[in-house]
């Protein structure tokens, strides 16, 4: 079974672009999580979605967003970049009523 | 707010020698999931154990198991007879709901070294 799969792995852009992170799920989850890992503010959850909706935010900016598609693939978006995007950015997948998340490898952004 | 302590930023052990990870966390709720996940080199956050507040017993998983003190809300992780593969970051995580919904709080990490 093959596991969540984050695309791409590496990605640089420039301050002040926009960037789309990919995220597929283990076959079977619905419900997809994304984190971002950063030196100084370690791992934080940047939103949950289930069934296309997004049902629980942290606190981000509205700068980042994201969606899912009816195949449960998500999608985040960061427009408007900084450098203080920088960071390692994290997609976990979940079965429905069962607590585990399982993650990516995740997509390491780095903005110049 | 839910938070994570884990107050040791890096332990190191010898091989084949016990190690144990601390982690504290504070919530008001009294049914909620606690975590250890493993983040080596590669990145990806591999889960180790799992516990359920309601339950009582210890969970364990070959060379991992936890000591989880609902009271004292502290939640630490042994590793048996370490191994070398064993060095990586470990991560205490919380959640309310379970499958992701309300997103894991994480502790900011224990940097395990093994030493040959």
């Known amino acids: 079974k093959a596991g969540v799969t984050q695309t791409p792995r590496y990605l640089i852009k420039t301050r002040g672009q926009q960037v789309t992170l990919s995220c597929s799920p283990i076959s079977g989850h619905r419900s997809v999580s994304w984190y971002q890992q950063t030196p100084g503010q370690g791992l934080q959850f940047l939103f949950e979605y289930f069934s296309e909706t997004q049902r629980n935010k942290g606190n981000f900016p509205g700068r980042f967003s994201g969606r899912q598609f009816s195949n449960s693939r998500s999608e985040m978006n960061v427009s408007t970049l900084e450098l203080g995007d920088s960071a390692l950015y994290l997609c976990?997948?979940?079965?429905?009523?069962?607590?585990?998340?399982?993650f990516g490898q995740g997509t390491r952004l780095t903005v110049v | 707010a839910q938070t994570v302590t884990q107050s040791q930023p890096e332990m190191s052990v010898q091989e084949a020698e016990t190690v144990t990870l601390s982690c504290t966390y504070d919530?008001?709720?009294?049914?909620?999931?606690l975590f250890w996940y493993k983040q080596p080199p590669s990145r990806q956050m591999i889960l180790v154990i799992r516990?359920?507040?309601?339950?009582?017993q210890n969970a364990t998983e070959n060379r991992f198991s936890v000591n989880f003190q609902k009271a004292a809300k502290s939640f630490s992780l042994k590793i048996s007879d370490s191994q070398l593969g064993d060095a990586a970051m470990y991560f205490c995580a919380y959640n309310v709901s379970g499958g992701g919904a309300d997103g894991l709080t994480f502790g900011k990490g224990t940097h395990l070294i093994i030493q040959p």
């Open positions: 919530t008001s709720e009294s049914d909620y999931y």
């Open positions: 516990q359920e507040a309601y339950k009582q």
């Open positions: 976990a997948s979940s079965l429905t009523g069962v607590p585990e998340a399982f």
